[in-house]
């Protein structure tokens, strides 16, 4: 691996042991390790040993998550147990930062930085479906990735954002009884994974950073409600992007205090890449007020949708149901004041009513189990239509006619309709 010449005396300082850093090094350069973390909002983790068939080993610091031996011919990215949503494929070491967050349900969570959607779906299946995970990202480019993420893995309760943390912090000033931030760095925790990362190193780029570091960090600090938790992570081993933006905080946010010992993962003592993160504990003190209830429109019914409902005998989460922008939705149990704020969603989706016709949305498909909806089309994980439904396609198959729930195993696809004994193809 040819890395930078400056990083590498970095390396030096920092571990200040010649052994330690001939035996990072090798690290960088060896073998890396895969991990998948099992949804649980889908499925326990002893139904899901009994359905996958490779070995799996645990993560010591995630109890849902595993190390699993990558195969290249059987490729867990595409198998139909994830596109079911029931693990995701998660580096090891990045599972950290939100089991150290330590989310609990009921809880209103905020992660700041949440694109792909890794923390946030971890951090959903700790919530168990109650309390609210605020899922934000101010690169718009990501966002699809991070809605799509947490669409496949059924969260109900969450909304999705794409704002500057300085706009969230006027709205929601300690609010939230965790907050992540997951901060944008320098990524040399992934060289060994990403050779891209190495490529965009240089040598001022901890120090730009740490500047963003620090300013997401005080927006972050505001949002967090006396008595609440913020963790603070980062994929990379650059002190001045770590030790030093903590000690910053601490020294300019005196109402916080450390919890616990900072946590450092490195590839050649740890089975992961390199990861980093601090938890900080707002002291008690008033309690701020919380933002106003929202006033979004209520549902005044849709005559579509109430016969989609009754005629495929859908069992519905629960929660409030309203309609914006066209499409309708069902609201999570806690739900703040939105307006003003750029939503990219909020709530289920439960989908669109067309001319004479409620067309029901993926997200909606992958809330439901088996049991929520009449007409089920239940494969094999094998069954090649199974990826021909993934791919989109139309095929002949023998089902009642109008929309089915597509599974594999028992568990959600998404939804197709069928006309005379044909799938038309996959909503989206």
């Known amino acids: ?62 109890p849902n998550g595993f190390y699993y ?5 059987l490729p ?12 995701y494929i998660q580096e090891p070491s990045a599972m950290s930062a939100a089991a150290l967050l330590d989310a609990q349900p009921g ?42 993420n947490i669409e496949m893995a059924g969260i109900k309760n969450s909304i999705v954002l794409c704002e500057m943390p300085k706009r969230l912090a006027e709205r929601f000033e300690g609010y939230f009884d965790r907050v992540l931030v997951d901060a944008p760095c320098s990524g040399e ?39 609440g938790y913020l ?36 590839p050649h003592i740890h089975r992961g ?28 019914g849709n005559k579509d949708f109430r ?15 309203f309609a914006h922008s066209d499409r309708i939705f069902i609201a999570p149990p806690i739900y703040p004041h939105l307006a003003g704020l750029r939503t990219i969603r909020a709530g289920l989706l439960l989908g669109t009513p067309k001319k004479q016709r409620f067309e029901p949305s993926y997200a909606l498909a992958m809330a439901l189990k088996k049991a929520d909806f009449a007409q089920i089309i239940d494969l094999a994980p094998e069954d090649p239509r199974i990826q021909k439904f993934l791919k989109g396609d139309s095929f002949p198959i023998n089902a009642e006619a109008g929309y089915n729930l597509i599974c594999a195993a028992a568990h959600p696809l998404g939804f197709a309709k069928i006309q005379k004994n044909r799938l038309k193809g996959r909503i989206k």
């Not at 009754?310 to 409030?320: A, E, I, S």
Request: glycine share 8%; with cysteine.
């Open 76 to 87: 867990l990215g595409k198998n139909p147990l994830y596109y079911a949503g029931l693990y």
């Open 107 to 148: 809880d209103k969570v905020l992660d700041l930085c949440a694109s792909p959607g890794g923390k946030s779906t971890q951090i959903a299946a700790a919530l168990g479906g109650e309390g609210l995970l605020v899922a934000n990202d101010a690169n718009f480019g990501r966002i699809p990735q991070l809605l799509r």
């Open 1 to 62: 691996m040819n890395l930078p010449p400056l990083f590498v005396e970095n390396m030096r300082e920092i571990l200040a042991d010649e052994r330690q850093l001939a035996q990072f090094l090798a690290a960088l350069g060896g073998r890396r390790e895969y991990g998948l973390r099992v949804n649980t909002l889908k499925i326990s983790l002893s139904d899901f040993a009994e359905l996958f068939a490779l070995p799996l080993e645990p993560i010591p610091w995630c």
């Open 189 to 227: 925790g992934m060289f060994r994974k990403d050779s891209a990362s190495i490529a965009a190193w240089d040598a001022g780029k901890s120090r730009r950073l740490a500047a963003i570091q620090k300013n997401i960090l005080a927006e972050a600090a505001k949002m967090t409600a006396p008595g």
């Open 273 to 300: 890449e390199g990861h980093f993160a601090a938890k900080f504990r707002r002291k008690n003190a008033a309690p701020l007020p919380a933002p106003l209830k929202s006033a979004e429109s209520r549902f005044l």
């Open 69 to 73: 031996e990558h195969q290249k011919e």
């Open 231 to 266: 963790v603070y992570s980062t994929c990379t081993f650059s002190r001045l992007e770590n030790e030093e933006v903590v000690a910053d905080f601490l020294a300019k946010n005196r109402d916080f205090e450390a919890v616990g010992e900072i946590m450092r993962i490195w």
């Open 307 to 321: 016969e989609f409902c009754d005629k495929y005998r859908v069992n519905l989460p629960k929660g409030r149901i």
